[in-house]
Protein backbone atom coordinates (compact mmCIF):
# COMPACT_ATOMS: atom_id res chain seq x y z
CA UNK A 1 0.00 0.00 0.00
CA UNK A 2 0.97 3.51 -0.72
CA UNK A 3 1.42 5.82 2.12
CA UNK A 4 1.92 9.59 1.77
CA UNK A 5 4.27 11.22 3.70
CA UNK A 6 3.66 14.63 5.46
CA UNK A 7 6.95 16.48 5.89
CA UNK A 8 7.48 20.51 7.41
CA UNK A 9 10.21 21.97 6.46
CA UNK A 10 12.07 24.53 8.45
CA UNK A 11 14.84 27.17 6.68
CA UNK A 12 17.77 27.62 8.98
CA UNK A 13 19.93 30.59 9.14
CA UNK A 14 23.10 30.21 11.08
CA UNK A 15 21.86 27.70 13.47
CA UNK A 16 17.99 29.55 13.88
CA UNK A 17 14.76 29.41 12.01
CA UNK A 18 14.20 31.95 10.59
CA UNK A 19 10.27 31.82 9.67
CA UNK A 20 7.93 32.81 13.00
CA UNK A 21 6.93 29.45 14.02
CA UNK A 22 3.68 29.87 16.34
CA UNK A 23 3.88 26.86 18.17
CA UNK A 24 2.52 26.40 22.00
CA UNK A 25 5.04 25.40 24.74
CA UNK A 26 8.19 26.10 22.89
CA UNK A 27 11.15 27.12 25.15
CA UNK A 28 12.90 28.70 22.06
CA UNK A 29 10.89 28.85 18.66
CA UNK A 30 13.74 29.47 17.02
CA UNK A 31 15.79 26.61 17.72
CA UNK A 32 15.72 23.37 15.01
CA UNK A 33 16.61 20.72 16.84
CA UNK A 34 13.45 21.66 19.36
CA UNK A 35 10.92 22.30 16.54
CA UNK A 36 12.15 19.19 14.55
CA UNK A 37 12.01 17.40 18.14
CA UNK A 38 7.68 18.57 18.71
CA UNK A 39 6.96 17.99 14.74
CA UNK A 40 7.91 13.93 15.46
CA UNK A 41 6.28 14.71 18.55
CA UNK A 42 2.92 15.74 16.33
CA UNK A 43 3.20 12.94 14.03
CA UNK A 44 5.28 14.32 11.20
CA UNK A 45 7.15 11.64 8.94
CA UNK A 46 10.23 13.18 8.22
CA UNK A 47 11.69 16.51 8.95
CA UNK A 48 13.75 19.08 5.55
CA UNK A 49 16.17 21.32 7.02
CA UNK A 50 16.85 23.47 4.04
CA UNK A 51 20.48 25.91 5.00
CA UNK A 52 19.92 29.23 3.75
CA UNK A 53 22.85 30.65 5.18
CA UNK A 54 25.11 32.15 3.00
CA UNK A 55 28.35 31.69 4.68
CA UNK A 56 30.95 29.42 5.19
CA UNK A 57 30.37 30.29 8.87
CA UNK A 58 27.02 29.35 8.52
CA UNK A 59 27.41 26.25 6.64
CA UNK A 60 29.49 25.09 9.86
CA UNK A 61 26.48 25.61 11.94
CA UNK A 62 24.92 23.80 10.35
CA UNK A 63 26.49 21.07 10.74
CA UNK A 64 26.38 21.51 14.33
CA UNK A 65 22.58 22.29 14.16
CA UNK A 66 22.52 18.48 12.67
CA UNK A 67 23.96 16.87 15.35
CA UNK A 68 22.13 18.83 18.09
CA UNK A 69 18.83 17.66 16.20
CA UNK A 70 19.68 14.43 15.46
CA UNK A 71 20.38 13.19 19.20
CA UNK A 72 16.78 13.32 19.87
CA UNK A 73 15.13 12.69 16.30
CA UNK A 74 14.41 9.23 15.88
CA UNK A 75 12.42 10.00 12.08
CA UNK A 76 14.25 10.79 8.88
CA UNK A 77 16.06 14.32 8.38
CA UNK A 78 17.04 15.62 4.98
CA UNK A 79 18.96 18.22 5.10
CA UNK A 80 19.64 20.65 2.08
CA UNK A 81 21.02 23.99 1.16
CA UNK A 82 24.48 24.59 -0.40
CA UNK A 83 25.22 20.78 -0.50
CA UNK A 84 28.37 21.04 -3.49
CA UNK A 85 29.92 17.88 -3.01
CA UNK A 86 30.61 14.49 -1.59
CA UNK A 87 32.40 15.60 1.63
CA UNK A 88 29.69 18.24 2.07
CA UNK A 89 27.54 15.00 1.89
CA UNK A 90 29.87 12.92 4.28
CA UNK A 91 29.60 15.93 6.86
CA UNK A 92 26.36 15.71 6.92
CA UNK A 93 25.19 12.29 6.97
CA UNK A 94 27.80 11.56 9.39
CA UNK A 95 26.28 14.76 11.36
CA UNK A 96 23.06 12.55 11.21
CA UNK A 97 20.93 13.34 8.39
CA UNK A 98 19.29 10.52 6.84
CA UNK A 99 19.76 12.03 3.18
CA UNK A 100 20.93 15.11 1.67
CA UNK A 101 19.10 17.65 -0.76
CA UNK A 102 20.90 18.20 -3.99
CA UNK A 103 20.33 21.40 -6.20
CA UNK A 104 22.44 23.96 -8.37
CA UNK A 105 25.63 22.32 -7.69
CA UNK A 106 23.93 19.01 -9.54
CA UNK A 107 22.50 21.29 -12.12
CA UNK A 108 25.51 22.25 -12.50
CA UNK A 109 27.70 18.99 -12.32
CA UNK A 110 25.01 16.35 -12.83
CA UNK A 111 28.05 13.62 -12.02
CA UNK A 112 27.83 14.74 -8.29
CA UNK A 113 24.01 12.58 -7.76
CA UNK A 114 26.06 9.59 -8.83
CA UNK A 115 28.95 10.26 -7.05
CA UNK A 116 26.70 10.39 -3.20
CA UNK A 117 24.72 7.52 -4.50
CA UNK A 118 27.75 5.20 -4.99
CA UNK A 119 29.15 6.39 -1.87
CA UNK A 120 25.99 6.28 0.47
CA UNK A 121 23.66 4.64 -1.39
CA UNK A 122 20.55 6.43 -4.01
CA UNK A 123 18.31 6.19 -0.65
CA UNK A 124 20.22 9.16 0.61
CA UNK A 125 20.11 11.53 -2.43
CA UNK A 126 17.37 14.06 -2.74
CA UNK A 127 17.60 15.92 -6.02
CA UNK A 128 16.03 19.34 -5.47
CA UNK A 129 14.61 20.74 -8.10
CA UNK A 130 12.80 24.20 -8.62
CA UNK A 131 10.48 24.73 -11.39
CA UNK A 132 9.20 27.57 -13.15
CA UNK A 133 6.21 27.41 -15.70
CA UNK A 134 7.38 28.91 -19.00
CA UNK A 135 3.55 30.31 -21.12
CA UNK A 136 3.10 32.80 -23.27
CA UNK A 137 3.65 35.82 -21.28
CA UNK A 138 0.96 34.63 -18.43
CA UNK A 139 1.86 34.20 -14.95
CA UNK A 140 -1.03 32.49 -13.48
CA UNK A 141 -1.35 28.68 -12.39
CA UNK A 142 -4.55 28.74 -14.59
CA UNK A 143 -2.55 29.84 -18.02
CA UNK A 144 -1.87 27.48 -20.83
CA UNK A 145 2.09 25.65 -20.13
CA UNK A 146 4.40 25.42 -22.73
CA UNK A 147 6.82 23.73 -20.28
CA UNK A 148 8.48 24.20 -17.09
CA UNK A 149 11.87 25.18 -16.96
CA UNK A 150 14.69 23.99 -13.73
CA UNK A 151 15.67 27.54 -11.60
CA UNK A 152 18.78 26.95 -9.09
CA UNK A 153 20.42 29.80 -6.97
CA UNK A 154 17.18 29.69 -4.99
CA UNK A 155 15.12 30.17 -7.56
CA UNK A 156 16.93 33.03 -9.16
CA UNK A 157 18.30 31.98 -12.20
CA UNK A 158 17.07 29.98 -15.03
CA UNK A 159 18.81 27.44 -16.70
CA UNK A 160 17.54 25.88 -20.23
CA UNK A 161 17.16 22.29 -18.91
CA UNK A 162 13.21 21.06 -18.99
CA UNK A 163 11.73 20.12 -15.70
CA UNK A 164 10.41 16.63 -17.16
CA UNK A 165 14.31 15.43 -19.04
CA UNK A 166 16.03 16.60 -16.06
CA UNK A 167 13.46 14.57 -12.99
CA UNK A 168 14.37 11.70 -15.90
CA UNK A 169 17.96 12.58 -15.90
CA UNK A 170 18.50 12.55 -12.03
CA UNK A 171 16.49 9.17 -11.72
CA UNK A 172 19.02 7.54 -14.45
CA UNK A 173 22.12 9.01 -12.19
CA UNK A 174 21.17 7.64 -8.83
CA UNK A 175 18.39 9.83 -7.11
CA UNK A 176 16.44 8.20 -4.52
CA UNK A 177 13.76 10.84 -4.75
CA UNK A 178 12.59 14.28 -6.48
CA UNK A 179 11.43 17.51 -3.90
CA UNK A 180 9.72 19.47 -6.87
CA UNK A 181 9.14 22.72 -5.67
CA UNK A 182 7.05 25.03 -8.18
CA UNK A 183 8.17 28.37 -8.33
CA UNK A 184 4.79 29.66 -9.35
CA UNK A 185 3.09 28.64 -6.24
CA UNK A 186 5.37 28.81 -4.05
CA UNK A 187 4.59 31.07 -1.34
CA UNK A 188 0.81 32.13 -2.30
CA UNK A 189 -0.73 29.26 -0.37
CA UNK A 190 -3.40 29.16 -3.49
CA UNK A 191 -2.97 25.19 -3.43
CA UNK A 192 0.23 23.20 -5.35
CA UNK A 193 1.02 23.31 -8.69
CA UNK A 194 -1.26 19.82 -9.52
CA UNK A 195 -0.41 19.65 -13.12
CA UNK A 196 3.03 20.11 -13.10
CA UNK A 197 3.65 17.36 -9.53
CA UNK A 198 1.24 14.69 -11.75
CA UNK A 199 3.10 14.74 -15.00
CA UNK A 200 6.91 14.17 -12.48
CA UNK A 201 5.30 11.87 -10.40
CA UNK A 202 3.14 9.53 -12.73
CA UNK A 203 6.65 9.23 -15.26
CA UNK A 204 9.01 8.73 -12.49
CA UNK A 205 9.74 5.76 -10.78
CA UNK A 206 11.28 7.18 -7.50
CA UNK A 207 9.37 9.18 -4.99
CA UNK A 208 8.40 12.24 -5.75
CA UNK A 209 8.04 15.26 -2.58
CA UNK A 210 5.67 17.91 -3.91
CA UNK A 211 6.19 21.16 -2.54
CA UNK A 212 5.35 25.25 -2.51
CA UNK A 213 1.52 26.15 -2.34
CA UNK A 214 -0.07 24.48 0.66
CA UNK A 215 -2.51 27.28 2.10
CA UNK A 216 -5.02 24.85 3.79
CA UNK A 217 -5.65 21.09 4.33
CA UNK A 218 -7.77 20.64 0.65
CA UNK A 219 -4.52 21.29 -0.91
CA UNK A 220 -2.69 18.43 0.96
CA UNK A 221 -5.12 15.85 0.03
CA UNK A 222 -5.73 17.00 -3.38
CA UNK A 223 -1.81 17.10 -4.49
CA UNK A 224 -2.03 13.58 -3.24
CA UNK A 225 -5.76 12.61 -4.77
CA UNK A 226 -4.95 14.56 -8.28
CA UNK A 227 -1.56 15.08 -8.39
CA UNK A 228 -0.05 11.84 -7.54
CA UNK A 229 2.48 12.98 -4.75
CA UNK A 230 4.31 10.52 -2.92
CA UNK A 231 4.90 13.02 0.22
CA UNK A 232 3.96 16.16 0.98
CA UNK A 233 6.25 19.53 1.82
CA UNK A 234 5.07 22.44 3.68
CA UNK A 235 6.21 25.15 5.82
CA UNK A 236 3.86 27.98 6.66
CA UNK A 237 0.57 26.33 7.51
CA UNK A 238 2.21 24.27 10.23
CA UNK A 239 4.77 27.10 11.74
CA UNK A 240 2.07 29.77 11.46
CA UNK A 241 0.03 27.46 13.37
CA UNK A 242 -3.08 27.25 11.30
CA UNK A 243 -2.81 23.94 11.34
CA UNK A 244 -1.04 20.81 13.22
CA UNK A 245 0.21 18.01 12.14
CA UNK A 246 -2.14 16.04 13.97
CA UNK A 247 -5.22 17.47 12.24
CA UNK A 248 -3.61 17.54 8.74
CA UNK A 249 -3.27 13.76 9.15
CA UNK A 250 -6.46 13.33 9.87
CA UNK A 251 -8.30 15.18 7.39
CA UNK A 252 -6.00 13.04 4.96
CA UNK A 253 -7.17 10.13 6.34
CA UNK A 254 -10.65 11.21 6.29
CA UNK A 255 -10.39 12.22 2.50
CA UNK A 256 -8.88 9.05 1.39
CA UNK A 257 -5.39 9.14 1.49
CA UNK A 258 -3.13 6.38 3.52
CA UNK A 259 -1.09 8.16 5.97
CA UNK A 260 0.56 6.94 8.93
CA UNK A 261 -1.77 7.92 11.90
CA UNK A 262 -1.43 10.09 15.31
CA UNK A 263 -1.13 7.91 18.12
CA UNK A 264 0.22 9.55 21.67
CA UNK B 1 35.24 -22.67 19.47
CA UNK B 2 36.64 -19.40 18.61
CA UNK B 3 37.93 -16.15 20.47
CA UNK B 4 34.71 -14.72 20.38
CA UNK B 5 32.40 -17.46 22.27
CA UNK B 6 34.77 -18.03 24.99
CA UNK B 7 35.02 -14.60 26.03
CA UNK B 8 31.25 -14.37 25.86
CA UNK B 9 30.49 -17.60 27.92
CA UNK B 10 32.82 -16.01 31.02
CA UNK B 11 31.20 -14.96 33.94
CA UNK B 12 30.74 -11.15 33.41
CA UNK B 13 29.76 -8.57 35.12
CA UNK B 14 26.61 -6.64 33.77
CA UNK B 15 27.65 -3.14 33.95
CA UNK B 16 29.99 -4.13 31.57
CA UNK B 17 26.95 -5.36 29.12
CA UNK B 18 27.42 -3.07 25.95
CA UNK B 19 25.92 -3.69 22.26
CA UNK B 20 28.45 -4.17 19.53
CA UNK B 21 27.00 -1.86 16.36
CA UNK B 22 29.10 -2.86 13.92
CA UNK B 23 30.77 0.04 11.81
CA UNK B 24 32.12 -1.11 8.43
CA UNK B 25 32.58 2.25 6.89
CA UNK B 26 29.14 3.05 5.22
CA UNK B 27 26.83 6.07 5.90
CA UNK B 28 25.42 6.89 9.09
CA UNK B 29 25.41 4.32 11.87
CA UNK B 30 25.54 6.81 14.47
CA UNK B 31 21.61 7.11 13.74
CA UNK B 32 21.06 3.40 15.60
CA UNK B 33 24.01 3.83 17.95
CA UNK B 34 21.69 6.84 19.64
CA UNK B 35 18.42 4.96 19.12
CA UNK B 36 19.93 2.01 21.69
CA UNK B 37 21.25 5.03 23.92
CA UNK B 38 18.39 6.50 24.07
CA UNK B 39 16.46 3.16 25.08
CA UNK B 40 19.22 2.46 27.94
CA UNK B 41 21.37 0.05 26.10
CA UNK B 42 25.64 1.15 25.80
CA UNK B 43 26.45 1.04 22.49
CA UNK B 44 29.39 1.22 20.44
CA UNK B 45 30.79 1.38 17.30
CA UNK B 46 33.31 -1.56 16.60
CA UNK B 47 35.25 -1.05 13.80
CA UNK B 48 37.18 -4.73 13.79
CA UNK B 49 36.12 -8.10 15.46
CA UNK B 50 38.94 -7.69 18.78
CA UNK B 51 36.95 -4.24 19.22
CA UNK B 52 32.98 -6.43 19.14
CA UNK B 53 34.62 -9.30 21.66
CA UNK B 54 32.88 -8.80 25.31
CA UNK B 55 29.58 -7.88 23.49
CA UNK B 56 26.30 -8.49 24.83
CA UNK B 57 24.16 -8.23 21.48
CA UNK B 58 25.51 -7.22 17.84
CA UNK B 59 23.43 -5.03 15.13
CA UNK B 60 24.60 -5.38 11.52
CA UNK B 61 23.26 -2.16 10.26
CA UNK B 62 23.21 -0.97 6.30
CA UNK B 63 22.11 1.21 3.82
CA UNK B 64 23.11 1.54 0.25
CA UNK B 65 24.06 -1.15 -2.46
CA UNK B 66 24.01 -5.10 -0.98
CA UNK B 67 27.54 -5.40 -2.96
CA UNK B 68 29.11 -2.34 -2.01
CA UNK B 69 27.68 -3.13 2.14
CA UNK B 70 29.16 -6.89 1.41
CA UNK B 71 32.24 -5.38 -0.16
CA UNK B 72 33.14 -3.32 2.75
CA UNK B 73 32.03 -5.49 5.23
CA UNK B 74 34.38 -7.67 4.17
CA UNK B 75 37.25 -5.39 4.05
CA UNK B 76 36.49 -4.38 7.66
CA UNK B 77 36.63 -8.48 8.75
CA UNK B 78 33.92 -7.99 10.89
CA UNK B 79 31.80 -10.35 8.75
CA UNK B 80 33.77 -13.23 10.47
CA UNK B 81 32.09 -11.47 13.57
CA UNK B 82 28.98 -11.80 11.95
CA UNK B 83 29.23 -15.59 11.36
CA UNK B 84 30.74 -16.22 14.50
CA UNK B 85 28.12 -14.46 16.79
CA UNK B 86 25.49 -15.73 14.67
CA UNK B 87 26.66 -19.38 15.27
CA UNK B 88 27.64 -19.15 18.84
CA UNK B 89 23.78 -17.67 19.11
CA UNK B 90 24.08 -14.52 20.63
CA UNK B 91 22.14 -12.06 20.18
CA UNK B 92 21.89 -10.50 16.90
CA UNK B 93 19.68 -7.79 14.84
CA UNK B 94 20.60 -7.29 11.42
CA UNK B 95 18.61 -4.02 9.71
CA UNK B 96 17.74 -3.12 6.23
CA UNK B 97 20.94 -3.79 4.32
CA UNK B 98 22.61 -5.43 7.10
CA UNK B 99 19.26 -8.39 7.33
CA UNK B 100 19.91 -8.75 3.56
CA UNK B 101 23.52 -9.43 3.21
CA UNK B 102 22.75 -12.39 5.79
CA UNK B 103 21.57 -14.34 2.98
CA UNK B 104 22.61 -16.58 0.04
CA UNK B 105 22.23 -13.30 -2.44
CA UNK B 106 20.81 -10.60 -3.98
CA UNK B 107 19.31 -10.11 -7.21
CA UNK B 108 20.49 -6.35 -6.75
CA UNK B 109 24.28 -7.42 -7.04
CA UNK B 110 24.09 -11.38 -8.44
CA UNK B 111 28.01 -11.49 -8.64
CA UNK B 112 28.42 -10.90 -4.97
CA UNK B 113 27.94 -13.96 -2.65
CA UNK B 114 25.60 -13.19 0.54
CA UNK B 115 27.11 -14.83 4.23
CA UNK B 116 24.66 -17.12 3.59
CA UNK B 117 23.71 -17.29 7.14
CA UNK B 118 19.99 -17.64 6.03
CA UNK B 119 18.53 -19.92 3.21
CA UNK B 120 17.61 -18.06 0.32
CA UNK B 121 18.28 -14.71 -1.75
CA UNK B 122 16.97 -11.21 -1.83
CA UNK B 123 14.68 -10.52 -4.60
CA UNK B 124 13.72 -6.55 -5.93
CA UNK B 125 10.15 -5.60 -4.90
CA UNK B 126 7.66 -6.67 -7.29
CA UNK B 127 4.95 -4.63 -8.61
CA UNK B 128 3.82 -1.56 -10.03
CA UNK B 129 4.69 -0.04 -6.90
CA UNK B 130 7.54 3.03 -6.80
CA UNK B 131 10.96 1.52 -6.03
CA UNK B 132 12.37 2.51 -3.69
CA UNK B 133 9.79 1.97 -1.02
CA UNK B 134 10.54 4.79 0.72
CA UNK B 135 7.50 5.72 3.04
CA UNK B 136 5.89 4.36 6.77
CA UNK B 137 4.34 1.30 6.29
CA UNK B 138 2.36 -0.88 8.97
CA UNK B 139 3.45 -4.61 9.37
CA UNK B 140 1.12 -7.43 10.17
CA UNK B 141 2.62 -10.47 12.25
CA UNK B 142 2.66 -13.84 10.26
CA UNK B 143 0.03 -15.95 11.56
CA UNK B 144 0.58 -17.89 14.49
CA UNK B 145 4.18 -15.68 15.43
CA UNK B 146 4.86 -13.70 18.21
CA UNK B 147 8.11 -12.51 18.14
CA UNK B 148 9.69 -11.13 20.92
CA UNK B 149 11.56 -8.22 19.19
CA UNK B 150 7.61 -6.90 18.39
CA UNK B 151 6.07 -7.01 22.00
CA UNK B 152 4.28 -4.21 23.38
CA UNK B 153 4.07 -2.27 19.87
CA UNK B 154 0.59 -3.12 18.87
CA UNK B 155 -1.23 -5.11 15.99
CA UNK B 156 0.26 -2.94 13.55
CA UNK B 157 2.87 -0.85 14.25
CA UNK B 158 3.73 1.65 11.61
CA UNK B 159 7.35 1.78 10.49
CA UNK B 160 9.58 3.49 8.42
CA UNK B 161 11.08 1.50 5.43
CA UNK B 162 13.63 2.25 2.72
CA UNK B 163 14.38 -0.33 0.25
CA UNK B 164 14.08 -1.92 -3.43
CA UNK B 165 14.98 -4.95 -2.11
CA UNK B 166 13.68 -7.15 0.41
CA UNK B 167 14.41 -11.00 1.66
CA UNK B 168 12.00 -13.78 0.11
CA UNK B 169 8.57 -14.85 2.29
CA UNK B 170 10.15 -18.07 4.29
CA UNK B 171 9.37 -19.49 7.14
CA UNK B 172 11.95 -17.24 8.92
CA UNK B 173 9.25 -14.04 8.28
CA UNK B 174 7.58 -13.38 11.10
CA UNK B 175 6.38 -9.55 10.12
CA UNK B 176 5.22 -8.67 6.92
CA UNK B 177 4.19 -5.32 5.31
CA UNK B 178 1.95 -4.89 1.86
CA UNK B 179 3.57 -3.35 -0.50
CA UNK B 180 2.17 -4.67 -3.87
CA UNK B 181 2.08 -7.31 -2.12
CA UNK B 182 3.61 -9.38 1.03
CA UNK B 183 7.20 -8.13 1.79
CA UNK B 184 9.38 -9.59 4.18
CA UNK B 185 9.62 -6.81 7.71
CA UNK B 186 10.77 -8.73 9.99
CA UNK B 187 12.30 -11.86 10.60
CA UNK B 188 13.06 -14.08 13.69
CA UNK B 189 15.32 -17.75 14.16
CA UNK B 190 16.36 -18.68 18.00
CA UNK B 191 18.56 -15.39 18.84
CA UNK B 192 18.86 -14.24 15.60
CA UNK B 193 16.37 -11.05 14.23
CA UNK B 194 15.81 -8.82 11.68
CA UNK B 195 14.27 -5.84 10.05
CA UNK B 196 14.02 -5.05 6.70
CA UNK B 197 12.54 -1.41 8.03
CA UNK B 198 14.39 1.40 10.03
CA UNK B 199 13.53 0.95 13.87
CA UNK B 200 16.22 3.91 14.21
CA UNK B 201 14.06 6.08 12.40
CA UNK B 202 10.56 4.68 13.06
CA UNK B 203 10.05 6.95 16.15
CA UNK B 204 8.32 5.52 19.21
CA UNK B 205 7.88 1.89 17.93
CA UNK B 206 11.27 2.01 16.56
CA UNK B 207 12.38 2.76 19.92
CA UNK B 208 10.17 -0.02 21.48
CA UNK B 209 11.88 -2.19 19.17
CA UNK B 210 15.22 -1.43 20.06
CA UNK B 211 14.61 -1.51 23.89
CA UNK B 212 13.19 -5.21 23.12
CA UNK B 213 16.74 -6.29 21.56
CA UNK B 214 18.30 -4.54 24.61
CA UNK B 215 15.92 -6.50 27.11
CA UNK B 216 16.38 -9.67 25.23
CA UNK B 217 20.29 -9.39 25.22
CA UNK B 218 20.07 -8.49 28.83
CA UNK B 219 17.86 -11.65 29.88
CA UNK B 220 20.35 -13.81 27.60
CA UNK B 221 23.49 -12.91 28.88
CA UNK B 222 22.05 -13.01 32.49
CA UNK B 223 21.13 -17.08 31.83
CA UNK B 224 24.53 -17.47 30.76
CA UNK B 225 26.02 -16.21 33.29
CA UNK B 226 23.83 -18.26 35.72
Known amino acids: MRCIRLIPCLDVDNGRVVKGVNFVGLRDAGDPAELAAAYADQGADEIVFLDISASVEGRNTMVETVTTTAERLFIPLCVGGGVRSVDDARRLLRAGADKVAVNTAAVERPFLISEIAGEFGSQCVVVAIDAKRSTNGETKLSAPVKSWRVYTHGGRIPTDLDVFKWAHKCQELGAGEILLTSMDADGTREGFDIELTKAVSTTCSIPVIASGGAGNLEHLSRIVLEGAADAVLAASIFHDGDYTIVQAKEYLAASGVCVRPYIC | ?226
Not at chain 2, 92 to 103: K, R
Not at chain 2, 135 to 156: F, H, K, M, Y
Open chain 2, 1 to 226: MTELTVNQMSPANQDDFFIAVLDYGIGNLRSAQKAFEFVGGRACLVESPAQARGAGGFVLPGVGAFGHCLKALRESKLDRTVVEAIDASLPFLGICVGLQMLYEGSEETPDVKGLGVIEGAVKQLSGTQKRPQMQWNCISRTDGRRPALLQGVGENPWVYFVHSYAPPLSDVVVATCNYGGDVTAAIERDNLWGTQFHPEKSGAVGLSILANFVALCRSLNFHWHL
